[in-house]
């Protein structure tokens, strides 16, 4: 019995493979779109049935890969369009940060035109004044080394005073 049940599992399995290889090939000649899901519609099996035979995937595959010619236009193949299509949303996301990029300065100059024009503006010597900010900050970082350097010898000279006034009250 479980012999005779395994066949017929066999039989039915070939007689889908044979409906895949037809409908493959009717899409073939009709020059359509070739998809898993329109494929597995067409010989009227499972998608998972074609999931389950890598050599059926494997055919499906080549065919949706392969380029189509109708007539004189140039031969198209799905791969070929979703190259463009990545291409084109590539572009479109570049295009957008440019367009943000260049709206947010034209935003910063009209902003700075109309606080100049106000009257609110910083002065124009800014410049000037910021290198002498940073002048003044590189003196107060070398200044506060020193300080530390100095407060180091402090200590120890407070140390080694300490040291010698123990040393000169203990009796000998």
Request: proline share 2%; no cysteine; charged share 30%.
């Amino acid at each position: 019995m479980t012999s005779s049940m395994i066949e017929g599992k066999r039989a039915d399995s070939a007689r889908r493979r044979e409906r895949v290889i037809k409908a493959l090939e009717a899409v073939l000649r009709a020059g359509g779109d070739i998809t898993v899901s329109g494929l597995a519609r067409a010989a009227r099996v499972d998608r998972s049935f074609l999931y389950r035979h890598r050599d059926l995937l494997e055919r499906v595959h080549a065919a949706a890969a392969t380029p189509v010619a109708e007539g004189r236009r140039a031969a198209v193949t799905r791969a070929s369009l979703q190259a463009d299509l990545a291409n084109a949303l590539a572009r479109n996301t570049r295009l957008s940060a440019r367009v943000r990029h260049l709206e947010q300065q034209l935003s910063q100059h009209f902003g700075m035109q109309a606080w100049h024009e106000s009257g609110l503006g910083a002065p124009p010597d800014i410049d000037q004044l910021q290198r002498r900010i940073a002048t003044l900050e590189q003196e107060l970082a070398e200044e506060r080394g020193e300080l530390e350097e100095r407060t180091e010898e402090l200590h120890a000279a407070r140390s080694a005073n300490r040291e010698l006034t123990r040393a000169l009250n203990q009796p000998h």
